[in-house]
């Protein structure tokens, strides 16, 4: 059986869910790269400013950010799991 043959098979097992994630990532390799690009003028622009930071300053740890705020580790895990309360969906929506 060729790849081709075999992606088919393993797609034809997939629950919706499943198919949909893997059409995204699908689309996401074959879409040419500036169709993929997403980023505003500013995000770039605060990206290559992160790029520069970093070529002269040692980057932060992700525990000392989560530390500086009295979080650990398990507690942003944690809050990525929890639901996004209704007004706070409302004020960034």
Do not use: C, Y
Not at 19 to 24: D, E, G, Q, R, T
Not at 78 to 88: D, L, Q
Request: aromatic share 4%; glycine share 4%.
């Amino acid at each position: 059986m060729d790849d081709n043959q075999h992606a088919h098979q393993l797609l034809d097992q997939l629950d919706t869910a499943q198919l949909a994630v893997v059409v995204h990532l699908l689309e996401t390799m074959v879409l040419p790269e500036e169709d993929g690009d997403t980023l505003s003028d500013a995000e770039r622009k605060a990206v290559a400013e992160a790029d520069e930071w970093l070529k002269h300053n040692p980057p932060i740890p992700h525990e000392e950010v989560l530390a500086e705020f009295g979080l650990t580790t398990a507690d942003w895990e944690r809050m990525g799991e929890e639901p996004v309360p209704e007004e706070a969906r409302r004020r960034n929506g």
